[in-house]
């Protein structure tokens, strides 16, 4: 099975659940006052909707799509909230859980499974995390990093999931989210005005 076929399977099977990234960033866990993380028109995939449908009681990536010519399953979480040591075991299951869906989903040999490639992309409110930043910008100026090289920095210690989960990890913050989906998949996104 390709990045082509599992594209063309979601396409033909849960294209109702394609959302803008404005809905799928949107954190209502205040009821009163939910926000909306990223601010964009660009439609996706909402993986937590497709999830409920294969009956996941535990919760899932926000997103995913597909990079037809890097051939990636691309998983998008999107978190509102401070990055603390108390929820990072909740994180790491929502990959859990994300795999067992999308084995569900496609049906196939674990080891072909397997051997797909995976990218996660996990986006986070620059403001409640700012000691992430301080700690990214340490690195850029205590290893001499140049600043474009800022997204390579793995935050929130996820470094340690790569290769075992995914081949590749991003964390950027919302404010840089945009121009990596546009250096990584080609992707212009299209901002949402209040």
């Known amino acids: 099975m390709t990045i082509n076929d599992i594209n ?29 993380l990223c601010k964009f028109k660009n439609s996706f995939f909402s993986f937590d909707d497709i999830a409920k449908e294969y009956g996941a009681n535990e919760p899932s990536t926000d997103m995913i799509f597909f990079d037809l010519d890097k051939e990636y399953i691309v998983l998008v979480e999107f978190k509102n909230g401070k ?3 108390e929820n990072k075991p909740k994180i790491k299951q929502k990959f859990l859980n994300s795999f067992y869906i999308l084995n569900k989903i496609l049906k196939i ?32 100026d205590s290893l001499g990093i140049l600043n474009h090289l800022r997204n390579d920095i793995t935050l929130y210690d996820f470094a340690k999931y790569k290769p075992w989960y995914f081949d590749e990890i991003k964390t950027p913050f919302c404010d840089e989210f945009a121009e990596l989906i546009e250096q990584e998949f080609n992707i212009i996104l299209e901002e949402k005005n209040e």
């Open 8 to 36: 063309d399977l979601f396409e033909e099977k849960f294209s109702r659940y394609k959302k803008s990234i404005s809905q799928i960033s949107l954190d209502d866990s205040n009821k009163k006052k939910p926000i909306i």
């Open 109 to 140: 040999d674990k080891q072909i499974f397997w051997s797909l490639k995976t990218y996660l992309i996990f986006v986070t409110n620059k403001e409640k995390n700012v000691g992430q930043e301080q700690y990214r910008n340490h690195q850029i």
């Open 83 to 85: 990055i603390n040591s």
